[in-house]
């Protein structure tokens, strides 16, 4: 359900200092038992939860996780 190559243009795009930092969402909100992570976006129910009160720089260092998660998924795909 994960499209890691949008995840990872995303990830580049919220290091753009000076722009707002678009959130994560991309309106899946399953929750994946194993990981902790939504389905869609990888982020954790206190990330999701967090976001709005966020600042930018806080906002990046989700995104930074996000990217984490995505590269271990993608790890993980790989044979």
Known sequence: MV???IIAKNVQMSR???QN?????MSVCQMNDATGWCSGCLRT???I???GNLDDF?????WRCIGE???SLGEQASP
């Open 3 to 5: 499209d890691i190559k």
């Open 45 to 47: 129910l206190e990330e």
């Open 58 to 62: 806080a906002r990046r260092e989700v």
């Open 69 to 71: 998660r995505a590269e």
């Open 21 to 25: 930092v678009p959130s994560p969402c």
């Open 49 to 51: 939860a967090a976001w």
């Open 16 to 18: 753009t200092a000076g």
